[in-house]
């Protein structure tokens, strides 16, 4: 049986480094996109990643629980609002870096204008969902947290974020409906 990541924090907070390059190697990828469609896409994205990393390291003795990507993603939450209250505003998505590594992807070069398209849309939409909405669909669809877990990043009832889940993933369906799969 491999190491949990709270297993593996614990390991890192007593002084095994190679324990957190396991930790960070695991939650790189989601974290960055998180924190990325969050802050729109915005030039300070990389920057924003990297202040959530270093907020939990500098709070490692702090962590006390068995749900580590809660945790992380609880820091990386709080760190997200804190940047749209010092900005006052939403950031607007930009979808170009996604869709050209997509391109270069696309199984079908016939449907790409319609795939190019839909996925553009897609990205605008999720920009304009309300970021407590925003927030638990990207913690769900790009962390791959559980409600529970969700609620406990969030600070919110598995409830509540069962409402912002359901009413996020109709107005996406809604406004991709004649979108193929």
């Given amino acids: 049986m491999s190491e949990s990541l ?10 095994d480094a190679a324990a957190f390059d396991r930790v960070y190697a695991e939650l790189r990828g989601p974290l960055f996109r998180y924190v990325k469609r969050q802050c729109g896409g915005c030039d300070r994205s990389e920057e924003l990643y990297q202040e959530v990393w270093m907020r939990a390291i500098a709070a490692r003795a702090s962590f006390e629980g068995e749900h580590f990507r809660a945790w992380l ?19 607007d998505d930009d979808p170009a870096t996604d869709l050209d590594t997509f391109a270069s992807t696309a199984a079908r070069p016939d449907h790409w204008s319609q795939l190019r398209d839909c996925v553009e849309r ?23 947290l559980s409600l529970a877990e969700i ?19 109709k107005q996406l369906r809604d406004g991709l409906e004649d979108c193929d799969d």
């Avoid at 709270?6 to 002084?15: H, I």
């Fill in 6 to 15: 709270a297993q593996l924090w614990f390991r890192y907070c007593a002084g």
């Fill in 73 to 91: 993603f609880r820091i990386a939450h709080n760190r997200v609002v804190d940047f749209h209250r010092a900005n006052g505003h939403d950031v």
């Fill in 122 to 144: 897609l990205f605008a939409m999720l920009a304009a969902l309300p970021l407590p909405q925003r927030d638990a669909f990207l913690l769900k669809e790009e962390a791959g």
């Fill in 151 to 169: 609620a406990d990043a969030a600070g919110t009832s598995r409830e509540t974020v069962k409402s912002r889940l359901r009413y996020a993933m």
